[in-house]
C-alpha cells in the first residue's frame, strides 16, 4: 500500500464518550502537507470582490447596531464557522483548542490520569482505570464517582472534568472520588503522565474461536489488533479456526488505519476508492500480501453506529466475500475529511472525498446491509471489561453468540479451514 503525503480521515458520526477511546465528538488527524504550488496546483479562484463587499457590510451593521457589544475577532469567528458548517454536517471550523483535541484523539495516547469515564446518574463516573495509569496505580477503581477536581465540584459536566484531568505531563492534580461500594469519600494527589490508549480488546470465546472488538481508529490499531490476534493464536494450540471482528458503535477514525485493518485479512485486490475535486482527493487503496487469520473464517458485527471508516471495513472485506457481516444497517457516512491547519493555530475539518468500496458502491446516507440481519432492537456491545465480565460474553451479547454459531456452522468441530466463505464476491475479477 502507497505511502500517502497526508493523513485523511474517515470522520466519525458520533460522540464516544470516555476520555482514553476519544477526545470529542469527531476523531480526525491532521493534514500534513500543503496542496501544491506551482502553475499546476490546485489554486484558488479569486476572491470575489461583490460578495466580500457583501460580507464586509454585514459584519459592520452587525458589529454597530447588535444589543450586545461584540469583538471583532469574536464575529469573524463566528462568521467563518457558520460558512463552513453551511456546508454539510462534517465540515466545521475548529479554534486551537479544538484543533488539540482532535489532534491528540487520532495519536493513540495522551497526557493525564489515565481513566475512561462516562456520565451516569448525575455524576461522572470511572469506567475503567487504564492499566498502568497514574489513576490506576494509585488504586482508583471502576464505579468511582469523581464529585471534585482541584476542590471544584464537577456534577455531571463530562466535558468540563475531561478537560480539566488533562494537563502538561508532570504536572499534578487532585480527585475527590465516592467509592459506592463502600461509601467511602476519597482523595487521589495524581501526576499527569503519557497514557497509552488502546482501541482493541480482545477474548478468547472458545478454544479455537476469538473476539476482537476495535472501539475507534486511532493510529496505534493496527499495531492493537496485530498483537490481540497473535495472543489469541497463542492461547489456541491448533490456532484460530474463525474470528468475531466487532465494529458496533465504532464511529470511525483514521482512514489509514481503517485500511490497515482491513488489509490485514486481505491478499489482494482493492480495499476503498474516493473520487473529490484535488489530486490528492482522488485515490485507489489496495491490499498487501499476508493474511493474519491464513484463511480462517471472519464474521463482523456491525450496527447503525457503525460509521465511516468501520464501514470502508466492513464494506471491502464483504465485497471480496472475506468475511460475513451480522447485526443491523450501518450509518452510511461516505465521505472523507481532512484538518487543515490555519496560521492563527486553528484548523477547518473539510470534506474533501466521497469513498466507494470495492465494488463502487457508495454507502453514503444509505448504509450497509448486514449478510444476517439481527432480530431485536440494535444494543450495545457488551462490555468484555465490565462488572460482569467472569460471565461468557456469549451468554451477554446475543449477537456475539449468533457470531460464533455462524463461525462453527461453517468451519464445523473439528474442521479448520483454509478458505475464505464459500460465495461470489461482490466485485469483478480483473481482465
Known sequence: MSTRSRTLIALVAGAVLGFSSALSGDVLAEKRSSMGSGKNADAPAALPWEEARLLAEVFEKVKREYVSEIDDRELMEKAVR????????????????????IRLSTTGSYPGVGIEVVAADGHVKVQRPIEG????????????????????????DLSGAIA?????????????????????????????????????????????????????????????????????????????????????????GVLESGVAVADAFLEEGLIV????????????????????????????????????????????LRDHGRAKLIGHKTYGKGSVQTVMPLSHGGAIKLTTSRYFTPSGASIHEKGIIPDIVAEGPERPPADIRGANADEPLTARDDEVRLALETLKAHTGDDARPTTAWAGTPRIAAAP
Do not use: C
Not at 457558520?82 to 483535541?101: C, N, R, V, W
Not at 477503581?141 to 464537577?154: A, N, P
Not at 478468547?204 to 490499531?221: A, D, H, M, N, W
Not at 485507489?284 to 464501514?311: K, Q, Y
Open 82 to 101: 457558520g460558512m463552513i458548517a453551511s456546508l454539510d454536517p462534517h465540515s466545521t471550523y475548529l479554534d486551537s483548542k479544538q484543533f488539540e483535541q
Open 133 to 156: 495509569s497514574p489513576a490506576a496505580q494509585a488504586g482508583m477503581k471502576t464505579g468511582d464517582l469523581i464529585l471534585k477536581i482541584d476542590d471544584t465540584e464537577v456534577g455531571a
Open 164 to 252: 480539566r484531568m488533562r494537563g502538561p505531563e508532570g504536572s499534578t492534580v487532585k480527585l475527590t472520588v465516592l467509592r459506592p461500594s463502600t461509601g467511602e469519600t476519597l482523595e487521589f494527589n495524581l501526576r499527569r503522565a503519557r497514557v497509552a490508549v488502546h482501541s482493541v480488546v480482545h477474548q478468547q470465546l472458545e478454544p479455537g474461536y476469538g473476539y476482537v472488538r476495535i472501539t475507534t481508529f486511532s493510529e496505534t490499531t493496527p499495531a492493537d489488533l496485530n498483537r490481540a490476534i497473535t495472543e489469541l493464536q497463542n492461547a489456541s494450540p491448533t490456532g484460530l479456526k474463525g474470528l468475531v471482528l466487532d465494529l458496533r458503535n465504532n464511529p470511525g
Open 273 to 316: 476508492s474516493a473520487d473529490g475535486r484535488t489530486a490528492d482527493a482522488r485515490f485507489r487503496m489496495e491490499a498487501t500480501p499476508g493474511d493474519l487469520l491464513n484463511g480462517a473464517p471472519l464474521v463482523v458485527l456491525v450496527n447503525g453506529g457503525s460509521a465511516s471508516a468501520s464501514e470502508i471495513v466492513a464494506g471491502a
